[in-house]
């Protein structure tokens, strides 16, 4: 599991804004509102943080979801040897992705719709429906 999928699944109402960039509630504040953290991933694959609710440090956000700041940085070889990769995936392989997460999220939607309350696992998938979709604009914007 790469930093940030590690950051991610421990973060509460995740939201994707663009690629490499996601909003959630900070865990170290806990304020209400749902996207006072900013997290993102640099140039070197490190995990960032930015609360803008009340500033909070780096190092009490990884503590505040029981991480400690190296785990918020890639494995040391890992990053060493792996300059920034080319896409992997064609336009038309991102459309097929895309297509199955849309109908995820189009069935979720209807059981919310008709009042079935979605499930942890559920959720859960819902952001990574919405983690993927802009893990593949990234992939295709390249
Ligand atoms: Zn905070």
């Not at 190296?70 to 064609?90: G, I, K, N, Q, V």
Request: charged share 20%; proline share 5%.
């Amino acid at each position: 599991m790469s930093p940030i999928d590690t950051v991610l699944s421990r973060l509460d109402y995740v939201k994707p804004t663009r690629p490499d960039r996601w909003r959630s509630s900070c865990p170290a504040c806990r304020g209400s509102s749902k996207s006072a953290l900013s997290v993102g991933i640099g140039d070197n694959g490190s995990v960032m943080f930015t609360c803008f609710k009340t500033g909070c440090d780096v190092s009490s956000i990884a503590a505040a979801i029981s991480l400690d700041l190296e785990d918020l940085f890639p494995p040391r070889d890992a990053h060493a040897t792996t300059p920034r990769r080319r896409s992997m995936l064609t336009a038309g392989q991102a459309l097929v992705v895309l297509d199955d997460e849309a109908n995820f999220v189009f069935t979720a939607a209807c059981n919310l719709a008709n009042g079935v309350e979605l499930s942890d696992a559920d959720r859960a998938r819902c952001i990574d429906a919405a983690a993927h979709v802009a893990y593949l604009l990234g992939e295709v914007s390249q």
